[in-house]
């Protein structure tokens, strides 16, 4: 059964060692925001807004949040700062993924 002194444990059962958390991958996570609206997840499509933290919205989005909060309470001071943006494509750049 153990521990009647028979059994001498060593160092690797006594101490537990601290895993280390996993890393995130910066380009996942860059490529995430850069294509998905920050309110609702959703990949971005024009009109196109942004704070002035650089946060990327859609604006249909925004309105919506902005409606419920209003309703809610009358403070939206954060949604008032927003911009739109006048995006145009780029038509030079290729897609590494596509074939």
């Given at each position: 059964m153990g521990g009647d002194g028979g059994s001498i444990p060593t160092r690797d059962e006594l101490v537990k060692v601290k895993k280390e958390p996993e890393k995130k991958n910066r380009d996942q996570d860059m490529v995430?925001?850069?294509?998905?609206?920050?309110?609702?997840?959703?990949?971005?499509?024009?009109?196109?807004?942004?704070?002035?933290?650089?946060?990327?919205?859609?604006?249909?989005s925004c309105y919506?949040?902005?409606?419920?909060?209003?309703?809610?309470?009358?403070?939206?001071k954060n949604f008032q700062i927003l911009v739109e943006l006048n995006l145009t494509d780029n038509l030079t750049y290729k897609n590494e993924n596509s074939c």
């Amino acid at each position: 059964m153990g521990g009647d002194g028979g059994s001498i444990p060593t160092r690797d059962e006594l101490v537990k060692v601290k895993k280390e958390p996993e890393k995130k991958n910066r380009d996942q996570d860059m490529v995430g925001k850069w294509q998905h609206c920050a309110l609702s997840g959703q990949p971005l499509a024009k009109p196109i807004m942004s704070c002035r933290l650089g946060r990327l919205y859609n604006k249909r989005s925004c309105y919506k949040i902005t409606y419920s909060i209003k309703a809610l309470s009358h403070t939206s001071k954060n949604f008032q700062i927003l911009v739109e943006l006048n995006l145009t494509d780029n038509l030079t750049y290729k897609n590494e993924n596509s074939c």
